[in-house]
């Protein structure tokens, strides 16, 4: 069975600390890997996609992968209130298309 | 433009009722999937779509019966559903269902059903 993992959370962080999500994953094969932030009610929408091993930043994101780990990370900078959602980790092991999620980290943040 | 639509945005229906929920993508992509999202657990696949032809069935119960019309365009048929089919149901789009690049969701419709 491929698994992702991550902690549920909720995750608690105030405002302007850097939030740390973490996601390891089973299957060796995968090649893509995506977070997703999702507010409540609403669909999820891509923050960050990355492919290769090392990190990838866009604006106060950065997303780390390390393969050989089979760990995804993603970290948010100078974290505010509207950062406040569920993120899903979500990679793509090749099978048609399919995305397998993780349990999704819900992160707050504090004024 | 990298918009999904999805139609309607609410829905209430009745356990005997026949309904359809729709969505579309103007991005040439070629796959597009349905997934069902209850509260507080990740989206679950329901239904892959490949180049207009059905590729994956989740083991999802005949009630729900999906159709590709065209490459831009999903329907979801529902049919004599149970309380507990009610969640967000999701519609997204990929270049192809064997890229590695990321799915696109729509805004999904919110399903009651009584």
């Known amino acids: 069975q491929k698994e992702v993992e991550q902690n549920s959370g909720p995750l608690s962080v105030p405002e302007g600390a850097i939030a740390s999500l973490n996601c390891t994953y089973s299957?060796?094969?995968?090649?893509?890997f995506f977070w997703y932030r999702q507010y409540s009610g609403k669909s999820p929408e891509l923050i960050m996609s990355i492919y290769s091993n090392g990190d990838k930043e866009d604006g106060r994101f950065t997303a780390q992968l390390n393969k050989a780990s089979q760990y995804v990370s993603l970290l948010i900078r100078d974290s505010q209130p509207s950062d406040s959602a569920t993120y899903l980790c979500?990679?793509?092991?090749?099978?048609?298309?399919?995305?397998?999620f993780g349990q999704g980290t819900e992160l707050s943040v504090k004024p | 433009d990298t918009e999904v639509t999805q139609t309607p945005k609410h829905l209430v229906m009745g356990m005997t009722n026949k309904k359809s929920l729709k969505c579309e993508q103007h991005?040439?992509?070629?796959?597009m999937y349905w997934y069902k999202q209850k509260a507080k657990k990740p989206p679950e696949l329901m239904f892959v779509y490949s180049y207009e032809k059905l590729s994956i069935n989740e083991s999802v119960p005949s009630r729900f019966s999906p159709e590709c019309p065209n490459s831009s365009l999903l329907n979801l048929h529902l049919h004599a559903l149970q309380p507990e089919d009610s969640a967000l149901y999701l519609c997204a789009s990929s270049q192809a269902p064997d890229s590695l690049r990321q799915q696109y969701f729509g805004p999904g419709t919110r399903l009651t059903v009584t």
């Open positions: 299957d060796r094969v995968s090649q893509s």
């Open positions: 991005m040439g992509h070629r796959a």
């Open positions: 979500a990679v793509n092991p090749g099978l048609g298309g399919k995305l397998i």
